[in-house]
Every structure is written in structure tokens, then in C-alpha cells.
């Protein structure tokens, strides 16, 4: 399965210390550079720091030249990602934007978030989605009013 992962549920994954989540739901994930470069950021956890600097073999980083006209209303690391889920023909682009979300649809592209990865991976017994939304809580990472609840309320939490 090809999948392309924006910056966002990369870095909550991380945060919760479920990345390696991604490698058993998907096997490898293509992560544009401009991904790699919002990670970066000087003001980013030490946990993204430090998985950054070692990085598992399951990513495969991709140096990308896109058309500036390419949807242009949206940031670069969504830009890259769906630019690059659409050339590779991905499965999937992993994304929690919004916009971006609506942008990948429109191109037919099929889209997981940050929870749609963890409800997918607690169907197949792989993490236990109340301590992982539990963790998840104490991060800045924001979803509609009551997701979170109706979450918890499917796996008993």
C-alpha cells in the first residue's frame, strides 16, 4: 500500500509515540521534504527532534518541484503531499487539514487523519484508542466537538 503522510499526523503520532503505527497499517509512508522541513522547526517538541534525527527506514523522503499554481490556497507541506499522493497514485494521503482534506477528496484522493489512523489501527487490536486519545488530549491537537467522545465511546472508553 502507498500512502503519503502530511505534517500533522506524523507529529501527533510522534508525540503520542505511536508512529510505528504507520509502518503497520501501511508498510512504508512517502513524506515530501516540505513535510520534513515543517518538523524541523526550531519550535517543535524534542520528541520530533529526535525521531527526525533518526528517522526509521519505513519513511522515504521525497524532493519535490511543484507548479506554484498548485493549489495555491493551501500550505506547502499539504501542497507537496497531495501533489505527490496524485503522481505515485497513493492508496492514501494522510492529512488532518481541513482544507487540504477537501482538496486531496477532489481529487479522488482517499484521506486519513491523525484519528482515522488510530480507529483503523485499534480495529486490528494494534493500539488501545482510549490511551492513545487520553495522550493525545495533552497535546495541542484539536478535532470537531464530540469526535473525541464518540471515539471513546465505540471502544468502551
Do not use: C
Request: glycine share 8%.
Amino acid at each position: 500500500m502507498t500512502v503519503v503522510s502530511d505534517t500533522s499526523p506524523l507529529n501527533y503520532l510522534i508525540l503520542i509515540g505511536s508512529d510505528e503505527l504507520l509502518k503497520a497499517l501501511f508498510g512504508t509512508v512517502a513524506v515530501p521534504a516540505a513535510v520534513i522541513g515543517e518538523l524541523e522547526s526550531p519550535h517543535a517538541p524534542t520528541e520530533i527532534h529526535e525521531w527526525l534525527a533518526h528517522k526509521p527506514d519505513w519513511i522515504g523522503v521525497h524532493q519535490l518541484e511543484i507548479p506554484k499554481t498548485y493549489l495555491p490556497d493551501l500550505g506547502l507541506g499539504e501542497r507537496e503531499a497531495i501533489y505527490l499522493a496524485s503522481k505515485v497514485d497513493a492508496d492514501a494521503v494522510l492529512m488532518d487539514d481541513a482544507k487540504g482534506r477537501i482538496a486531496a477528496e477532489r481529487l479522488n484522493l482517499r484521506v486519513f487523519g491523525t484519528l482515522g489512523i488510530l480507529d483503523a489501527a485499534a480495529l486490528r487490536g494494534f493500539v488501545d484508542l482510549p490511551a492513545a486519545l487520553e495522550k493525545l488530549k495533552h497535546t495541542n491537537f484539536r478535532a470537531k466537538p464530540g469526535l473525541l467522545e464518540s471515539l471513546l465511546k465505540r471502544y468502551g472508553g
